[in-house]
Structures are given as structure tokens and as C-alpha cells.
């Protein structure tokens, strides 16, 4: 497998995707009832399974020495590199998002979750660190659990917002309760980076005026400040409020006047959202696939987010591509995999069964050769024969008689002394390489073979693979090696 068929795998990925098809076997989507034509005109279904069943992600030699310290050792180096490349090819805007998503997975694996507030309840949990506003998958970082028999670890929250904001400068982080904290906006600030957030109402720093909400009108707000941080507690509803921290606001303006919500509460809203709509993103065109593999569901993860982030940056550079369209995304997905999936069309020797994926072979295959025909080519020499490779009975021109000999031919088309079928009435002067009676001797060696009968598959087989004929072996061994 070379990186045209990986490169097409992909790309008949993300075409099962945009057609919403993850949940719809492969059966089904290489039917030629039910189906589409572009997989069939891709590659076989059988090629489709051999490919899913034999990927892999490293050497499986020494992966249980890995697997011992890293509990990831399957798919780590191609995650790595992958990860590290996301910073790259985008800055993120003026607010990132931190939090958590989940890759719905329900087999077997060391490290799979339970999240009962998520949708899909089990998977593998991940952090990602996205842009408030595009929801730009910057950085991500899969939570493989705490180590065989070791404690759990502490102060979880801070450091994954430490590990996931390396690298930024000059921004906000939107985080939620999981992770906020005074000593975590403490540690951003000194990175140049500012903190807004929900915090649970345990946290020892908090003053207790802020956690009750007893005798408190509703839509009312209490702040509490330090020389570079804010609080905010807010009732939104009788008995219930909720306390945020800020060492982004140093006031406490009001901003929503017909809820009374704080410019704090009002920032949080507008920037929390990056990681969830980056997880509706992906899951509404998935590629995933079903599978008992756990490598292959982050593998699959991997290609979502990556065609959501490619589709960030084609639109911050061509802001007006497909203007006035809903369904940008959903068009471009589309021109991603059939551009991935189009090098292995042009390069597939053998046309699907069915009409219709035969159909957009043969367009891609002819605009291929149109567009290399403009370029300047050499001219084909006057003494190129044509050879026909039927084995139906055809009139010859020469003779006027019906055979399917193996024909021997001057390259000078006017000269027809030497035409003769082998098996055919002059056959035994040509095949001891002798002149017949009347007949001149064969001089060049520009001769044109014609597929004959059945019964000369020998002779044939025998001219395609270099060897010789068993009937008269100088003589094949002349024709072959001239011509």
C-alpha cells in the first residue's frame, strides 16, 4: 500500500462522513442499489476491509515493552507528531476554551471513561484546548487515567490547563469549574495569560458571603476582589446562585440590563463554548466507523478534527468562498475527500462493474489524459503497427481468407510477401526461419505479433514473459529480443 491508496482510504472517509453514513455498514454504502458510485470507483469494498483490518500505529514488536510506561504506546508517536503540528498553521483568537471531550467507545480499553452527563456516556476522554470563536482544535491531550496502583492524581484541573495552554501569550482562558482556581489564575497570570471561569463553591478561597443565596433577590449579583482577580456571585433564580472568577475584570459593570448579568457572566457565555461546538462540529460529518479497536477510534477522531481545523484556516484565507452558502462545511468536506480519493481513480487500471462508477473512472482517467496531452510530446515513429489483440475470426486484408493466426508482418505496410498465419500454408518456411517459395526473407526486425487462437496461448505467453517457444526457439528468441 502506497500513499495514494492511504491518501484514498481517507478520503472514502471523509466522503462516508459528509454523506452521514458512519452509522450505515460498508456493505451497504459499496451497494450498488443503496450506495454511492464514488466509493465503488474508488476501490473495492474488499480493499476498503484489508486496509481497516491491517492499519496500524507502530511496531508491534516492541509495543509491550511501551505499553509497560504508556498506557497510549499504540498510536503515541503518531499522536505526537500530529499534536504537534496543530499550533503551527493557526493563532488562535483573543479567548481559548479548555475543556474536556469524549470519543463515544464501548470495547475494550485501559483507559475508557465514564462521563454520565455526556451523550454517549463511555469513551476515552480528551483535552483540547480550542479557539473561542472558530473552535480551532490548537492543542489536545488524551487522558489515559491514573498509573497501574498509583495514587490519583491531584490538583488534576491546574495542570491540564498548564500543559494545554503552552506556548499561548497575551490571551484569555475560558475554563469551567473542573478546573478553575485562585492559584491556577495565578500561574496564567505570569504567563501573561488571564483566567475566566465557574468555581465550585468548596474551594477554600472563596469568602462565604458569595456562597449563600438565602433572602437574596433574584437577578442580584455580590463581587469580591483582590489586587488581580474578581468574584462574582449572581442569583439567576431563587435559592440558586453560581460564582465565577475573573482576573480579566477588575470592576463589576453590568452589562445585560434586562437580566442584570455581570460584563463576567456575559464573557464566560460568549467564550465557553469553543471545545463543545468543535465536538458538534466533528460528530456531525464523522468518518467513524464502527471497530473494537481502540487506536483506530482515536485514528478516526484525528481525521475529524483535522478536516474541521482545514476547514478554519481555507475560510481565513478565502473569506469569500461559497458567500451567501449554508452549508460551507459540508462543500468543502465534500471537495476534501473527492480530491483525496481522485490520484487513485486516475491511477486504477480496472473500471467497477457498475455502469455509474465505471462512468466517473473513465471521466477522471480522460480529464487526466486530456490535461497531460497539452504538454509537448515526441512523435511516434511511421513504423509503429498496430496490434490486435482479438481472437474473433477477421477477414485478412492481404489475403482475403477468415483465420486468428499469429500474424508476421513487414513493418512497410505495401509489402505483403511475408504475411502469413502461423498454422497457415507457409507457416513451416517462416517458423524454420527459412524464406518460402516466392518469398523474400524477413529483414526487419520491427514485427508486429497478433494474439492468436487458443491453442497458440503457449506462444503468446511465451513472447509476453521473454522466454522462448518450445516449436522453434531461435526463432522466438529473434523476435522477442528485436522487438
Same mark, same amino acid.
Given at each position: ?119 454517549? #456516556?463511555?469513551?476515552? #476522554? ?77 474551594? !477554600? ?15 442580584? !449579583? ?10 462574582? !456571585? ?250
Amino acid at each position: 500500500m502506497d500513499q495514494t491508496h492511504l491518501h484514498a482510504y481517507f478520503g472514502v472517509l471523509i466522503l462516508a462522513g459528509v454523506f452521514r453514513s458512519k452509522g450505515e455498514s460498508a456493505e451497504s454504502l459499496w451497494d450498488a442499489e443503496t450506495g454511492r458510485e464514488i466509493f465503488r470507483a474508488t476501490m473495492s469494498l474488499e480493499n476498503f476491509h484489508i486496509i481497516s483490518r491491517i492499519i496500524r500505529f507502530d511496531n508491534r514488536d516492541d509495543r509491550p515493552a511501551r505499553r509497560q510506561r504508556d498506557k497510549l504506546a499504540a498510536i503515541r508517536t503518531v499522536w505526537d507528531k500530529w499534536v504537534s503540528r496543530l499550533p503551527l498553521l493557526y493563532n488562535p483568537g483573543p479567548n481559548v476554551t479548555i475543556d474536556e471531550q469524549l470519543m463515544p467507545f464501548r470495547g475494550r480499553c485501559p483507559f475508557r471513561q465514564y462521563i454520565p452527563s455526556k451523550p454517549a #456516556k463511555y469513551g476515552i #476522554k480528551i483535552w483540547a484546548a480550542c479557539d473561542a470563536t472558530s473552535s480551532y482544535a490548537w492543542n489536545l491531550q488524551v487522558y489515559t487515567g491514573k498509573a497501574d496502583g498509583g495514587a490519583p492524581e491531584k490538583n488534576q484541573g491546574m495542570r491540564v490547563v498548564l500543559d494545554m495552554s503552552q506556548g499561548l501569550s497575551g490571551h484569555n482562558i475560558t475554563c469551567d469549574n473542573f478546573f478553575t482556581s485562585h492559584k491556577l489564575g495565578q500561574e496564567l497570570l505570569k504567563r501573561k495569560l488571564t483566567m475566566v471561569g465557574t468555581i465550585r463553591k468548596n474551594k !477554600s478561597e472563596l469568602p462565604p458571603q458569595l456562597l449563600t443565596s438565602k433572602n437574596r433577590p433574584v437577578k442580584s !449579583s455580590k463581587f469580591a476582589y483582590t489586587a488581580d482577580t474578581s468574584l462574582v !456571585s449572581y442569583v439567576p433564580k431563587k435559592g440558586r446562585n453560581v460564582v465565577l472568577m475573573s482576573t480579566l475584570h477588575g470592576d463589576g459593570r453590568i452589562c445585560d440590563q434586562e437580566h442584570h448579568k455581570p460584563e463576567i457572566i456575559m464573557d464566560y457565555n460568549a467564550t465557553k463554548g469553543g471545545v463543545d461546538n468543535m465536538d458538534k462540529l466533528v460528530t456531525a460529518y464523522s468518518c467513524k466507523r464502527r471497530t473494537l479497536r481502540w487506536p483506530l477510534v482515536i485514528f478516526f477522531d484525528m481525521l475529524d478534527i483535522s478536516a474541521n481545523n482545514a476547514f478554519v484556516i481555507w475560510m481565513a484565507l478565502n473569506p469569500e468562498w461559497n458567500r451567501g452558502k449554508l452549508q460551507k462545511r459540508r462543500l468543502f468536506l465534500e471537495d476534501l475527500g473527492k480530491a483525496l480519493v481522485r490520484p487513485q481513480i486516475e491511477e486504477r487500471q480496472h473500471f467497477p462493474r457498475t455502469p455509474a462508477s465505471a462512468a466517473i473512472v473513465r471521466r477522471i482517467q480522460e480529464e487526466n489524459a486530456g490535461a497531460l496531452s497539452t504538454q509537448p510530446t515526441e512523435p511516434q515513429s511511421a513504423e509503429a503497427e498496430v496490434v490486435n489483440t482479438s481472437n474473433k475470426k477477421k477477414r485478412c486484408e492481404d489475403t482475403g481468407r477468415f483465420h486468428t493466426g499469429i500474424h508476421i508482418a513487414r513493418a512497410d505496410p505495401n509489402d505483403s510477401s511475408v504475411h502469413t498465419p502461423l498454422g497457415g500454408e507457409n507457416t513451416k518456411g517462416i517458423l524454420n526461419d527459412q524464406p518460402s517459395m516466392g518469398q523474400p526473407e524477413v529483414e526487419s526486425p520491427a514485427a508486429a505479433i497478433q494474439v492468436g487462437p487458443r491453442k497458440r496461448l503457449h506462444e503468446v505467453t511465451a513472447q509476453r514473459k521473454g522466454l522462448v517457444c518450445h516449436e522453434d526457439k531461435r526463432l522466438w528468441s529473434q523476435m522477442i529480443s528485436t522487438w
